[in-house]
C-alpha cells in the first residue's frame, strides 16, 4: 500500500484498466495476481448489495463506483502491489480496501467517488499520512 | 407530550464509567486479520445526522440492541463493548437520544456524525481506527455460526 505514495497513480492509467476489464480479464499477465482475482470477486459480488442491506439504511455502491474499484484493483496488480488485506463497502456507499501490515501498519484506500480514493497510511511512531489518487 | 419516566431515565448524562455498545455488520469484519474489525465500522452514513449510534449497557444487553433490525438481517451483526472512558481519552463524547420506537438506550457520538466527519475526515478515521482496536478485542455477541 506504502507503494502508491512512491509510484503515483493517473487518471489514464486508471481509466484504460477499467476499459481493460470490461473487455476480458483486467490482470495484466506477468504481474503477480495471488489474492487480486479474489478482491476482484469481492467488488464484482458488492453489485448485488441493494438499498438498506444492512437492515439499518445502508446505501449500496454504484455500478461506477464497482467499475472504479475494479479499475484499480487492475491499477495496483500491474504495478505488482500486494493485494489488500480486506476490501469491503461501507454504509455510506463508498468501497474500502484495507491492508494490515506487521506490527501496527496500516493502510487503506476509500472510493468514495468514481476515480477517487482516499488513501491513509499509519506506520509506528510516525503521523499518520493522508492523500488522494489519482496523484499524477 | 408526555414524557415518560422511562425517557427521562435515559436522558440522563453519560457517566464516564459507563460503557457503549456498537452494532457492526459482518461487512466490517475479517477474521483473517489481527484486529478483525474494520475503521468502517465506525464510519457513519448520510442518515447519521446527530452522530453515531451506540448504546448504554446500563439500558440494553447486546442481543436487546439489534432487536429494530429485521429478523432476516439480524444475524449479521456482531456486538462490541466500548468504554465510554476510551472514547473520551480521544476526544469523544456520548450524548443520550432515546428512541421511542427502538432499543432503550440509544445514544449518539456527536463527534462522528455524518456532517462532522466530512468536515474534519482526517483526525477521524485515524479515530475510527482506534475504536476498532479496542473494539475487535471487546466482541460480546457473534453472528451465529
Do not use: C
Not at chain 1, 28 to 40: F, K, N, Q, R, Y
Not at chain 1, 45 to 69: F, H, I, K, N, T
Not at chain 2, 70 to 88: I, N, Q, S, T
Amino acid at each position: 500500500m506504502i507503494a502508491v505514495r512512491d509510484e503515483p497513480i493517473e487518471h489514464a492509467q486508471w481509466n484504460a484498466a477499467i476499459s481493460r476489464g470490461m473487455n476480458g480479464n483486467g490482470f495484466v499477465a506477468g504481474a503477480a495476481s495471488d489474492g487480486w482475482e479474489s478482491i476482484a470477486a469481492q467488488i464484482a459480488a458488492m453489485q448485488y448489495l441493494g438499498e438498506d442491506w444492512d437492515g439499518l439504511g445502508a446505501y449500496p455502491p454504484s455500478r461506477e463506483l464497482l467499475e472504479s474499484a475494479l479499475g484499480l484493483a487492475y491499477v495496483l496488480q500491474e504495478k505488482n502491489m500486494a493485494p489488500p488485506s480486506a476490501v469491503t463497502a461501507s454504509t455510506s456507499g463508498s468501497v474500502v480496501m484495507v491492508w494490515q501490515g506487521p506490527g501496527e501498519t496500516y493502510g487503506e484506500v476509500e472510493l468514495t467517488r468514481p476515480f477517487h480514493g482516499e488513501v491513509m497510511i499509519v506506520e509506528p511512531g510516525k503521523d499518520p499520512e493522508y492523500f488522494e489518487i489519482p496523484n499524477a | 407530550v408526555r414524557i415518560t419516566a422511562m425517557s427521562i431515565d435515559e436522558l440522563a448524562p453519560v457517566e464516564e464509567h459507563e460503557f457503549v455498545l456498537r452494532r457492526i455488520h459482518r461487512n466490517a469484519y475479517n477474521s483473517n486479520l489481527d484486529s478483525p474489525i474494520l475503521r468502517i465500522a465506525f464510519q457513519p452514513n448520510q442518515n447519521d445526522d446527530t452522530g453515531l449510534s451506540v448504546f448504554r449497557e446500563r439500558f440494553v444487553d447486546a442481543t436487546g440492541t439489534l432487536a429494530d433490525i429485521a429478523p432476516e438481517k439480524r444475524d449479521a451483526y456482531f456486538v462490541a463493548r466500548l468504554a465510554v472512558l476510551d472514547l473520551r481519552s480521544i476526544g469523544l463524547t456520548v450524548v443520550p437520544e432515546p428512541q421511542p420506537q427502538g432499543p432503550r438506550g440509544h445514544a449518539v457520538i456527536p463527534e462522528l456524525s455524518w456532517q462532522a466527519f466530512g468536515a474534519e475526515k482526517h483526525a477521524l478515521k485515524a479515530k475510527q481506527l482506534q475504536l476498532a482496536k479496542w473494539a475487535s478485542a471487546a466482541i460480546i455477541l457473534s453472528p451465529p455460526a
